[in-house]
């Protein structure tokens, strides 16, 4: 079963526009993560925020996590033809004794030239 | 790209044979994962391995079984293919279990079954 999920499912914005998408998630966490995927291809990592973070940037990417409401965001500014891709959060529960990543049901964003 | 590797790329099989998947992890790793991914979804945890050892198991039947060798590559095996399993696999490596690691994909195995 997926942990949380994304909002929206799908996305579409011309080039040079700010994307957002949001994950919510059920248990508590050591962390959660963001991943793409092109096409059906394999995930790419993104970033990883700490549950003890509010905040993280990486280039484009800035991250917000609210655990009180257990939600994240992902905003990707000034977004380029080439993020058109499938977005994921996955998060990393606590006491599950190993590192299981519990996947969202993704967020589909189409970047328009 | 990740240093993450899985062969083959693609696979058909018909309900009822058996699969073997492969997967070979980043040089350091010691740590292999497996997911399975349907058409539309995020990827759903199988199974882990860490120093040979299954460590931790998702929702899954026991047909799905898997290996971890030596050299920290693994196999993921699939018995007695069902319809419903037709999906991409991924395998994702990582070192240890330390938390706050993240995990790299490798490009993943599209299994059809017919």
């Known amino acids: 079963s997926q942990q949380g999920e994304e909002d929206p499912q799908a996305l579409s914005i011309q080039e040079g526009e700010n994307a957002t998408m949001n994950c919510s998630y059920k248990?508590?966490?050591?962390?959660l993560q963001w991943y793409r995927q092109n096409s059906g291809r394999g995930l790419v990592h993104l970033i990883l925020i700490r549950s003890n973070e509010r905040e993280k940037h990486s280039g484009r990417l800035r991250v917000t996590l609210d655990t009180s409401k257990k939600s994240s965001s992902l905003l990707i500014t000034a977004s380029r033809a080439a993020d058109t891709a499938s977005y994921f959060c996955a998060t990393d529960a606590r006491n599950t004794g190993f590192q299981k990543l519990v996947f969202g049901t993704g967020t589909r964003l189409l970047v328009s030239p | 790209e990740t240093g993450v590797t899985q062969s083959p790329t693609h696979l058909i099989k018909t309900r009822g044979q058996q699969v073997t998947l492969r997967c070979s992890s980043q040089?350091?790793?010691?740590?292999v994962s497996w997911y399975q991914q349907a058409l539309g979804q995020g990827p759903q945890f199988i199974f882990q391995y860490y120093r040979e050892e299954e460590n931790g198991r998702g929702n899954f039947p026991p047909r799905f079984s898997g290996l971890q060798f030596p050299n920290y590559s693994s196999e993921l095996n699939v018995n007695a293919l069902e319809l419903d399993d037709s999906a991409l696999y991924l395998c994702?490596?990582?070192?240890?279990?330390?938390?706050?690691?993240?995990?790299?994909f490798g490009p993943g195995t599209r299994l059809t079954v017919l």
């Open positions: 248990t508590s966490i050591n962390n």
């Open positions: 040089s350091g790793h010691n740590t």
């Open positions: 994702a490596s990582s070192a240890g279990q330390v938390l706050y690691k993240e995990q790299f």
